[in-house]
């Protein structure tokens, strides 16, 4: 590998973290009964990805590892019904070394670095980091409060409800009543990329931020106007709100509320002015404002329903909905249906709030059944329905022929490019089906067991499909263990037919557990198809988990 930088954990980390775990192993069960868990998970693959062109190739060297560790009972013997309080923290190191792997020597670092001997700024990306760390979760929680009544969390922590998976820096009160009823209230700064141990996977999409640090005016750094579209990121402040059932355990519903507001400084236009010059937005203004409700009702005797929706203030639409339906025929086969809705929406300073957003509608049904103890099989198949203004076979070059770009001896007329974009006569919704298709099947036997899926969605803007077959055997009593896949793919896209192919790969692993805290994995994989030749991956994944 070229141009790689040796990457550790910031130091103040690396050193807080060695020392927690070594205060607790140290002393993992003292006069209070602590109990003390510790887990760590080591995943490294290194592999190569090509372009859509195919003229350029991305070395990839990946190393993520999470580490965690949780304290419990901090107020002695737990006791049932009793306050009892903990601590809890997973961080994670989410490293690619082959970031500038693939420069030469003229550009070498210059996907991290602004300045290099092709010149500036020739391959930089901001915000890319080659080893960045994300402070996962990190809170202290108390349950039992006051009778059963109070609960709290204190740090950054996880929502995950009818709006999605979602963290924040923040307290959160529970509030348990004995009369089926639970409420949260919780407020702080959603967690966003560029804020330190942080990332951006929690933010609505649509905006592309990061740290500034660095940026400037001077001819060796990078300045706000190369990368407009690079917004500031600013702490977000956000609160929410949800009442939830706490009651019979066959039903289970809540209501959530959520609302996070955006801060500082926004670059407002791509390109510069007559004048030069750069319109923004400052100030607090609204990032998401939504409301989402989600109800699960299960009887193990019979069946389940669950359903839920969202409302977008912001947008004013409903955002998506879900329902399904199912039933269990006796211990061995499930009947079920399921249908899901799903509108694209965006944080609301993001340019992609003007532009049409259409819904996709899935609609599935699903079997599965068990005819013997070591066999199950399973199988689903449905619709997927994508709607879009005006007709997408028809539109452009309606819209190119209206405003007088589609020959060079027409003057060009802007009004009658917006007579037909505007014109509700030429915006009437169409539908394009794609059909779904899933089945796999499962035998196992006594130290190993076979696998066999296959899956498509095929419609008029294309295919994909496929199948593989996967087996796993395990040696002393489960200690020793190898495996494999061999699959078999084959995609094609109408508006790029030369993107068509198909592909054969397979994948070998063994794995061993020396002992019973650790468990070590390693595969290859080999994919072949005529558009990237030869693809070769190396996994590696090494878990350890201590408690006491």
């Not at 500038?100 to 550009?107: E, K, M, P, T, V």
């Not at 009544?149 to 963290?167: K, P």
């Not at 560029?194 to 929690?202: D, E, F, V």
């Not at 295919?463 to 020793?480: C, I, M, N, P, V």
Request: aromatic share 10%.
């Amino acid at each position: 590998m070229r141009g790689h930088r040796s990457t550790r954990l910031p130091r103040v980390v690396a050193s807080g973290l060695a020392a927690l775990a070594t205060a607790i192993t140290a002393h993992p069960r003292d006069a209070r009964a602590l109990d003390f868990e510790v887990q760590s998970d080591t995943a490294a693959q290194a592999y190569q990805v090509a372009s859509p062109w195919g003229d350029t190739i991305l070395d990839r060297r990946r190393l993520m590892q999470t580490l965690s560790l949780g304290v419990y009972n901090l107020q002695g013997d737990h006791v049932p019904g009793r306050a009892d309080f903990a601590v809890v923290l997973r961080v994670r190191l989410d490293a690619d070394f082959g970031i500038n792997g693939h420069l030469g020597d003229a550009d070498r670092g210059g996907e991290t670095s602004y300045l290099t001997e092709a010149g500036p700024g020739v391959r930089f990306v901001p915000g890319l980091q080659q080893a960045p760390v994300d402070l996962m979760y990190a809170y202290v929680e108390g349950r039992n409060l006051l009778n059963g009544w109070l609960g709290f969390r204190a740090g950054r922590q996880y929502v995950v409800d009818s709006l999605g998976w979602w963290s924040f820096d923040g307290a959160l009160a529970r509030v348990t009543t004995p009369y089926f009823v639970q409420a949260e209230l919780y407020g702080g700064l959603e967690q966003r990329g560029g804020l330190p141990l942080s990332t951006s996977r929690y933010e609505r999409p649509g905006v592309w931020r990061g740290n500034h640090a660095g940026f400037g005016t001077a001819g060796d750094q990078p300045s706000v106007t190369d990368f407009p579209s690079y917004q500031y990121t600013q702490p977000a402040p956000a609160f929410g709100v949800s009442l939830e059932s706490n009651g019979p355990s066959w039903i289970h519903g809540r209501l959530s509320y959520r609302r996070v507001y955006n801060t500082g400084t926004s670059v407002t236009q791509q390109f510069p002015d007559p004048t030069g010059g750069y319109r923004t937005a400052k100030g607090l203004r609204v990032s998401q404002d939504r409301l989402g409700y989600a109800l699960d009702l299960n009887k193990s005797d019979l069946g389940a329903i669950k359903g839920g929706v969202t409302y977008d203030f912001y947008n004013q639409i409903v955002g998506s909905y879900y329902g399904g339906v199912e039933a269990y025929l006796g211990k061995r086969a499930t009947v079920g249906a399921d249908i899901d809705y799903f509108v694209p929406t965006f944080d609301a300073d993001s340019i992609f709030n003007w532009f049409t957003k259409s819904p996709i509608t899935t609609a599935t049904a699903r079997v599965w059944v068990a005819p013997t103890q070591r066999l199950d099989l399973s199988a689903y198949g449905g619709v997927r329905i994508w709607m879009a203004d005006g007709d997408p076979e028809t539109f452009g070059t309606e819209q190119c022929r209206a405003s007088g770009l589609c020959s060079g001896d027409q003057e060009i007329d802007p009004s009658n490019s917006k007579t037909f974009t505007r014109d509700p006569d030429n915006r009437e919704i169409s539908t394009t089906i794609d059909a779904l298709a899933n089945v796999s099947g499962r035998y196992r036997f006594g130290t190993g067991e076979v696998g066999l899926r296959g899956m498509m969605q095929a419609g008029a803007r294309g295919h994909t499909g496929g199948a593989d077959l996967s087996g796993e055997k395990r040696f002393d009593g489960g200690r020793y263990r190898v495996g494999g896949r061999v699959s078999v793919y084959d995609w094609n896209d109408p508006l790029r037919p030369d993107r068509g192919a198909t592909s054969f790969g397979y994948v070998l692993g063994a794995g061993v557990r020396p002992v019973q805290q650790a468990d070590l994995r390693i595969e290859w994989e080999h994919d072949m198809n005529r558009l990237v030749g030869q693809r070769f991956r190396i996994v590696a994944l090494l878990n350890l988990r201590l408690g006491g």
